[in-house]
């Protein structure tokens, strides 16, 4: 817990990650705030809601909007992520723009950059996974970056999301960038976003890890109930968590359940673990799955689940 009272210097605000999919945004909001908040996946494209984190230190408080990857869209569903990640932008007071440092700027890149040029926010450029980069390659990779970046005068740190390196200068970078203001959030509050979002992204982090390529995408979790059961005899008190798991076709329902139901036992299993941690005790799982055609393209069905036309 902070002493209190701030510092008559204390800064506070918002700040947006920004960048393709899979460059790492959710691996780095879980590095700088020092636990788990958001999933993550080898799957691009993993990030579907804005989520809000929160990371206090004794000079600043930092709100991190962890957005969807910018690409192009090929459905209902990919038009309203990148409509959320873009109108971030405008929402914040600083922009940190990832950018994969182990691999070349590509078209993609080039096109968050120029969206960025446009707007007259404050940007830092996070050059991520560097620590992937081949001593002798480091001078080529600077270039191909100082190219993209050029007359931006944006500043460019090094860092590894993953291992941490790099991360403590790129916070205090951050912190500087934000304008005076007192604390948003209680000091020890790290997530903004209600129990059930959080238990239905566990979930879907686990489906994302454990299924063939053409699953991950085509599903959205909801979470039917949610349950304190009292201890009975010797069994401890524990959370009751009933969930739905939304495909499109039936033979992706198939791949889910598994032989016998062993996939959906392996991810229920995975997704237990980590929402004992979150609840901080003993949880009951139950999986359910159902098959919904091609809801991804359904503007009612989408708004149900939280995807809304406004991009929030």
């Known amino acids: 817990m902070l002493s209190t009272p701030l510092p008559e210097d204390y800064r506070s605000g918002f700040v947006a990650l920004i960048g393709r999919p899979n460059v790492g945004k959710s691996t780095l909001v879980n590095q700088l705030v020092g636990q788990k908040v958001a999933i993550t ?10 989520l809000r984190a929160i990371l206090t230190t004794e000079v600043a408080q930092m709100v991190l909007v962890d957005t969807p990857g910018i690409h192009k869209p090929h459905h209902l569903l990919g038009e309203r992520l990148v409509k959320s990640a873009r109108s971030a932008i405008g929402e914040v007071d600083l922009v940190v723009l990832l950018l994969e440092g182990c691999e070349r700027p590509g078209r ?15 940007v830092l450029v996070a ?8 001593p002798e390659h480091e001078a080529a990779a600077e270039e191909a970056y100082a190219e993209l970046l050029e007359n931006t005068g944006w500043p460019v740190h090094r860092c590894s999301a993953l291992s941490g390196d790099g991360c403590p200068d790129l916070t205090a970078e951050m912190a500087a960038q934000l304008p005076p203001g007192p604390q948003l959030y209680p000091p020890d509050m790290v997530c903004d976003q209600p129990e059930r979002i959080l238990l239905g992204e566990l979930i879907r982090e686990q489906v994302l890890l454990h299924t063939r390529e053409e699953v991950p995408h085509s599903v959205a979790v909801t979470i039917d109930r949610v349950e304190e059961m009292p201890a009975q005899g010797k069994g401890a008190a524990r959370t009751a968590v009933l969930a739905t798991v939304l495909v499109e076709r039936k033979s992706q329902k198939g791949i889910l359940i598994g032989k016998g139901g062993a996939m959906l036992k392996t991810i229920g299993q995975g997704a237990r673990l980590q929402m004992q941690t979150l609840i901080d005790g003993p949880v009951y799982l139950e999986l359910f799955v159902k098959v919904v055609p091609d809801w991804r393209s359904k503007p009612a069905r989408l708004n149900e689940l939280g995807y809304s036309e406004s991009g929030r």
């Open 108 to 122: 993609g890149d080039a096109f968050i950059v120029n969206l960025l040029r446009q707007q007259s926010l404050p």
């Open 41 to 50: 996946s080898p799957v691009a494209q993993t990030t579907r809601n804005r």
């Open 127 to 134: 050059l991520n996974k560097w620590d992937k980069v081949a």
